[in-house]
């Protein structure tokens, strides 16, 4: 086999495998648009510095619900804002529950040195 066809047949394979990956991410809704790819970066952040979330168990717990009924809401298409508007919770509690949960991560991140101040002040500045 030549060099040429080698370098094709690579590019098509890597293209094949970036455009399934791109058609995966679209299908199910991980993009990083609106407040849930904002949480979604939120809790990303957590975990490159170390900070065990437990996204599903916290909001679960929030609204009184197990993590497999939040779970089987979420798959059934219900955005988080729904799911919590039937769980007797406003958008803006969410919100606030997700934001003192960071914080508190945060905090915990920076006492235990895995984040500098000036790595929390930034990340508390972008709550």
Not at 88 to 97: A, P, Q, R, S
Not at 106 to 114: F, M, R, S, T, Y
Request: net charge positive.
């Amino acid at each position: 086999m030549s060099k040429k066809n080698i370098v094709i047949i690579g590019a098509l394979i890597l293209t094949l495998v970036l455009g399934s990956v791109a058609l995966v991410s679209a299908g199910t809704g991980n993009g990083t648009s609106g407040f849930g790819g904002r949480l979604k970066s939120a809790f990303e952040r957590g975990f490159k510095l170390g900070v065990k979330y437990n996204m599903n168990e916290d909001i679960a717990s929030f609204l009184g619900i197990t993590v497999d009924e939040l779970r089987s809401e979420l798959k059934s298409g219900k955005s988080l804002k729904t799911i919590a508007t039937e769980h007797g919770k406003t958008e803006t509690d969410l919100i606030n529950f997700i934001v003192t949960k960071e914080k508190a991560y945060l905090e915990d991140a920076l006492k235990n040195g895995k984040i500098t101040q000036d790595q929390y002040d930034k990340m508390i500045a972008n709550l």
